[in-house]
């Protein structure tokens, strides 16, 4: 699996990962976060958007992503289940690498491309039970930039 960061490029998964730590790293004394979220823009395929989002608190971020195009996915329901799901995998995949190399006290959030307004508001519970019956943290909208913002930005 291939991410690209904007300012490096095409990356392995372990390259992306090791990058990111060696960016915690740089500034220990920090906090971080790690985010990840999926979005999705649909015309004759669907091109989905993973990214993976390192947010050193109050001092910036850096993001990577991955895309993916699938058939032409025409239901709302099927299209954030199947965005979820590309989140949780990715999850899982940067949990377990963080916890293999001693940062497993760094949480993993999940930005689901959801929130109360709008046609998707009516699997919000089972979308954020989703991910939080697999262990990690939900955000929704207005709090879901990772998903809304920066993975949509790729979408394009």
Do not use: W
């Amino acid at each position: 699996m291939y991410f690209i960061s904007p300012s490096k490029g095409k990356m392995r998964f372990e390259d992306m990962m090791l990058d990111i730590i060696k960016y915690i790293k740089g500034l220990s004394t920090s906090s971080y976060k790690i985010i990840i979220g999926s979005d999705s823009m649909v015309r004759s395929s669907t091109c989905f958007v993973t990214a993976v989002i390192v947010h050193r608190l109050g001092k910036g971020a850096r993001y990577y992503y991955h895309k993916k195009t699938q058939r032409k996915i025409k239901s709302l329901r099927q299209k954030i289940f199947y965005e979820t799901a590309l989140s949780l995998e990715v999850g899982g995949m940067v949990h377990k690498f963080f916890a293999d190399y001693g940062f497993d006290d760094l949480n993993v959030e999940i930005h689901i491309d959801i929130g109360i307004h709008g046609e998707s508001k009516d699997i919000i519970r089972e979308v954020v039970g989703m991910v939080t019956g697999s262990g990690f943290r939900a955000k929704i909208k207005p709090e879901a930039f990772g998903a809304s913002t920066v993975a949509d930005k790729h979408t394009k």
